[in-house]
């Protein structure tokens, strides 16, 4: 199945990645991409854009040549509170919120703790989305993850370049939490975590692990553009009137 929509991409602003806005868009243009979110990297990493690159995003046209642009951010995961580098001035400027962990800013933890930190990430109401949590470098209580997840409104991402580039092993957990996420009535995000254009909307490897677990489709946010915007309206964030057609 070939999704008109990915949450998780990464530009030359996070500078272990390679594209600019402008490639995504010609990329997307080719695959029939209609709209995708640009997410770089929070600036508690360690080559990850200043704060100011969030809070200017506001000049990213939210259409063009038909593409929409969702202007966001994969935030860090900061300490077992659920802290992130996202601060108000970002977040005012920002239409979605991505968060997971990353080695450089906390470091992995035991089981209880790291289950702790996501949840209590999700509980604190800013994140839309955790982002690659599979990673068996940070091992989580999935169930209790996913019951979360469920009850606070919050998607668990299987993160398509997991399977390809990065964070091998993740298959397994993978699995579990699209079953768990699936029984608790959650909501999945397929992100290809692209850092070059050309892997824009790469998901098949993420549907393959929702085709395994019969996974339903009305449950997952790449479904349609319409569906994703829902789901942020319905977590708070405003509408966007440059989407309507979309």
Known sequence: MRYQVDTHTHTLASTHAYSTIHDYIAEAKRKGIVLFATTDHGPDMADAPHAWHFINSRVIPRMVDGVGILRGIEANIKDEFGEIDCNDRMLNELDIILAGFHEQVFAPKDRDTNTRAMINA??????????????????????????????????????????????????????????????????????????????????????????DVDFPADRVLNRSPRVLLDFLESRGMPHIPEFAGL
């Open 122 to 211: 999700m509980k604190k109401g800013l994140v839309h989305v955790i982002t690659h949590p599979g990673n068996p470098k940070f091992p989580i209580d999935i169930h209790a993850v996913a019951e979360a997840a469920a009850k606070y409104n919050v998607a668990l991402e299987i993160n398509n370049s997991s399977f390809l580039h990065s964070r091998v092993g993740s298959d397994v957990n993978c699995t579990a939490i699209a079953k768990a996420v699936r029984d608790a009535g959650g909501w999945v995000s397929l992100g290809s975590d692209s850092h070059i254009a050309f892997s824009l909307g790469d998901l098949e490897m993420s549907q393959a692990i929702l085709d």
